[in-house]
Each structure stands twice: as structure tokens, then as C-alpha cells.
């Protein structure tokens, strides 16, 4: 357990850092705290943990990195233009549930009950699990 803390604390850093957020293209954060996020072709998911969470026992599961394809990228790239561009899901609150969404310079706010919002969470978890 406190190994799986100390991955997500420095995810959490690195994600913070100059440089990273330099280079990022793409960052999700879903409507539970977990973090996505883009660096080159690797794409790293930083799970919400218990000491971090409102409820102190809600966790996202285990830290995962995975190096995409050419073709997930393009998927991942698709897929987040299309919630930047479909504004009936878009929010001007974040309010629990909301998801936000960073693709290039664009940063969106998702609302917690868009189905578009739902099934690209859904792409997300299933394409880390993928090999």
C-alpha cells in the first residue's frame, strides 16, 4: 500500500513539473479525482487513492502507464477534439462528477451526466488494459 501511494504522490509531481506540462498534449481528470495524462506516445493514469479522496475509502485502482500506438493516439486525439467541439456536454462548474478535459490549449469542463463524457472514460480504462 505505501509503495502504490508513493507511485501516485510522484506521478502527481511529475505531472506538475515545467517540463511535463510543457510537453503535455492531453489531460483528463475524471469526475472522481483519477488523472490521465499524455507525454509523448505514454499515456499515464494516476488513480484517486483513499488518503486523497473526500470519502477517505473511494480508491481508482492501481497507477498504470502504457505507450500507445500510433493508431490509439489518433484515436485518443479524435476522441478529445470531439468533446471539445460537442459543447451540450460542457459545463461552467466544476461541481463532483465533472470531468476536465485538457487537449492542446483548449481545457474543458465536462458534465458528470453527458454520455460522451461517460463512454470516453470507459475508452480510457479499456485501452490501459489493453496489451
Not at 96 to 109: D, I, P
Request: charged share 25%.
Amino acid at each position: 500500500m505505501q509503495l502504490k501511494t508513493e507511485i501516485c504522490f510522484c506521478l502527481m509531481v511529475l505531472s506538475l513539473s515545467p517540463q511535463c506540462q510543457k510537453n503535455m498534449k492531453f489531460s483528463y481528470v475524471d469526475g472522481s479525482g483519477n488523472r490521465y495524462h499524455l507525454l509523448d506516445q505514454q499515456l499515464t493514469y494516476a488513480p484517486m487513492t483513499p488518503e486523497h479522496s473526500s470519502s477517505g475509502t473511494y480508491s481508482g485502482g492501481d497507477p498504470a502507464v502504457k505507450n500507445l500506438s500510433k493508431t490509439e493516439l489518433s484515436q485518443l486525439k479524435e476522441k478529445a477534439e470531439g468533446l471539445v467541439a460537442d459543447t451540450t456536454c460542457h459545463t461552467q462548474m466544476r461541481t463532483m462528477g465533472t470531468g476536465t478535459l485538457r487537449a492542446g490549449e483548449k481545457r474543458v469542463l465536462l458534465s458528470y451526466r453527458c454520455r460522451s463524457k461517460q463512454a470516453f472514460e470507459s475508452w480510457l480504462k479499456a485501452l490501459l488494459k489493453e496489451d
